[in-house]
């Protein structure tokens, strides 16, 4: 029994493991300094990389697969079984294809924007923890320096959509500030209730915090934040700009929006871009809400990781299947008039809440109660407010639906009287 | 001594003083708002210089993930951008200014005495911190809870600050929204003809022209 035991936490420990044994075996080749350091920062740099064109080449594979099953179809099956190497095959093709810069372009705001896309969308990958002890960097402020790199892209789109100098680049442009700058906002006002439950913003401290860690719930927090999972999660698929929320890009009202220009690796890249960023919500959704890489421990925790990360991502491609894109108004009033206010709200629910009760005698507050009625407690109070809201938009919505139906109706009417008094002449 | 911080430290520095020199040279402005960004940029690298995490992450997140957005922005509505060649007047005055600032910032802040003959030594930098008279440059390691010390310090001892600062926002925010409110179109037409008969009182238009457009409108 003890020997299976070990075996497991062998296994689970597996990922730290191999990169503190590849940190030893170069710190004994270089000898310890700064300058190992250095070399071992890009030795991770360059591992991430790696793990950013990977998940986006599997994801492309993934989506394509998944979508053509929704679509009633089969989807890639010709390059190698199941169509596994259609990636690699699309790589060829990119680079083979005709590298285009636009005659009247902005030629270096043109060549950085694909640059700059990828490389901010891989910079937030340094702080996703992968297993426990694994990760590019364990900052103290992981959740913030997501928040804050993810709002950087935005730069790039407008430099894409601007250099490319054409009419529906610079629409894509327009659309991606009204889009992701204000999606910005209730993604970090839900990250801030995730935040106040567990007390730090390191992405390890708020996964200790939803497992049987001392100090931890054991609950996942989709579970005491049922407003904030799902408001982070749909603005988290504007914020990337998928589909149902794919404005930006819209190829059948603006071509392609932003990099309609680019062509062969420039594209690549933009494409790289959206995967990296889709994959990056989906983790960091993970890790907010369903406890990231933690869980029981015959699973080892990498595999939770992805097998979580993918979940979400499989959400993101169910709705790309199914749904029609949103209207410029529709976006633009969902977030400002429903998303804003509602967080807002729920910030402050979530307040009062944490201090009315808490789950240690320690903490300041009013009623102390074991995490199950906490999590009970958070989760009425949450799935209360998330129903009213939801009323008290259904409701406006119907009002001027009819307020709509009304100004039609009298319309009418006038024309008739109008088309009687002219035929009565 | 050449250690690793001095040389990120001297790449950073000639970067942003490059970018924030293109800023102010550059004919294009939307490239000169893009040296902004790289700016920025730049001072977000002193503060990861000065293991200040949480102050590089809040600089990116709000100087280039919103203020330049919104200056490209500004610039992108702006009609003829490329083309137009900006021209500041007082260039001169801007620049004797800047200098000067730069220079007495340099002089108070820097870890150096001052001897006026007649006076005390001046060695503001000592007296301000309570230093030591030999004010070294000293690194200190940033305390692990620096982050919620900040916090504990924004609602306790700055906490009157906080709130303005809040307050600050939530009238600029209302002042955003009465801005841009919907208006009916009578209204704005109004207005406008409000403004232009203004205007059309307040120049007195020679004589002539003033005939000649009457004519014209005769002959429509």
Redesign the interface.
């Known amino acids: 029994m003890d020997n299976i035991l070990e075996v497991l936490k062998f296994i689970n420990n597996l990922m730290a493991f191999v990169f503190d044994e590849i940190g030893k075996f170069i710190t004994g080749l270089l000898g310890k300094g700064p300058g190992t350091e250095l070399v071992l920062m890009i030795l991770a740099a360059i591992g991430l990389i790696t793990f950013g064109a990977v998940t986006m080449m599997a994801l492309t594979w993934f989506e394509r697969k998944i979508v053509a099953r929704i679509q009633d179809r089969i989807g890639p099956n010709q390059a190698g079984p199941f169509g596994l190497m259609l990636p690699l095959a699309d790589g060829v093709k990119m680079l083979t294809k005709e590298d285009i810069t636009p005659a009247n372009a902005d030629r270096w705001v043109y060549l950085i924007a694909p640059i700059m896309i990828a490389a901010f969308a891989m910079t937030s990958l340094a702080v996703i923890p992968f297993a426990p002890r694994v990760a590019g960097v364990n900052l103290d402020i992981g959740a913030f320096f997501y928040i804050a790199i993810g709002s950087g892209s935005t730069i790039a789109i407008l430099m894409a959509g601007w250099g490319s100098n054409n009419k529906y680049s610079l629409l894509g442009a327009f659309r991606t500030v009204a889009q992701l700058v204000g999606y910005e906002v209730p993604m970090l006002l839900n990250v801030l209730p995730v935040i106040m439950l567990s007390g730090s913003m390191s992405l390890f401290d708020i996964i200790a915090k939803q497992t049987d860690a001392p100090g931890g719930f054991g609950l996942p927090f989709i579970l005491f934040l049922p407003v904030s999972a799902l408001v982070f999660l749909i603005s988290g698929i504007a914020e990337v700009g998928r589909s149902p929320f794919d404005l930006m890009e819209a190829e059948s009202e603006i071509v392609a929006g932003f990099h309609v220009e680019y062509s062969g690796m420039k594209f690549a890249l933009f494409m790289m871009g959206e995967y990296v960023n889709a994959a990056v919500v989906s983790i960091m959704f993970s890790t907010f809400f369903l406890g990231g890489f933690a869980g029981p421990i015959f699973i080892p925790p990498y595999v939770w990781f992805l097998a979580k990360a993918f979940s979400i991502f499989f959400i993101f491609m169910w709705l790309r299947g199914t749904l029609p894109r949103v209207r410029v108004d529709q976006l633009v009033n969902l977030n400002w008039k429903f998303f804003v206010p509602l967080s807002i709200i729920n910030i402050i629910v979530v307040m009062v809440m944490s201090k009315l009760f808490v789950t240690f005698p320690a903490q300041p507050g009013l009623f102390v109660v074991s995490p199950l009625v906490y999590m009970a407690i958070m989760l009425v109070s949450g799935l209360g407010l998330l129903g009213l809201a939801l009323t008290l938009a259904s409701r406006s919505a119907r009002r001027e639906r009819l307020a709509i139906a009304q100004e039609a109706a009298e319309h009418r009417v006038a024309n008739q009287a109008f088309a009687t008094a002219q035929t009565g002449k | 001594m050449l250690t ?1 911080s001095t040389v990120i430290f001297v790449i950073l520095a000639v970067v942003t003083l490059g970018a924030a020199l293109a800023v102010v040279t550059m004919k294009n402005v ?2 000169a708002a ?1 040296m902004l ?1 790289l700016a920025f940029f730049g001072v977000a690298g002193f503060y990861v210089l000065l293991e200040a ?2 102050f590089a ?2 600089q ?2 709000v100087y ?3 203020i ?2 919104l200056i ?2 500004a610039v ?1 509505l702006t009609r003829g951008v ?1 083309m137009a060649r900006p021209n500041n007047e007082q260039s001169g005055a801007v620049a004797t200014a800047s200098a000067v600032l730069f220079v007495l910032i340099v002089v108070l802040v820097g870890p150096w005495k001052i001897n006026f003959p007649g006076f005390a030594p001046l060695n503001l930098p000592a007296r301000a911190f309570g230093a030591p008279p030999e004010f070294k440059m000293a690194v200190q390691a940033v305390s ?1 809870d620096a ?1 919620q010390r900040l916090g504990r310090a924004l609602v306790d001892q700055y906490m009157v600050a906080f709130l303005l600062a809040g307050v600050l926002l939530l009238l600029a925010m209302i002042g955003a929204v009465w801005v841009a409110r919907e208006r009916k179109l009578v209204e704005i037409v109004k207005e406008r003809r409000e403004m232009a008969a203004e205007e059309a009182a307040a120049a007195v238009p020679p004589a002539p022209a003033a005939e000649a457009v009457a004519t014209t409108d005769a002959h429509h």
């Open positions: 690793f939307f490239h893009l960004v995490n949480f992450a809040a990116v997140l280039i993930g919103a330049s957005i490209i922005f992108m490329t692990p982050l």
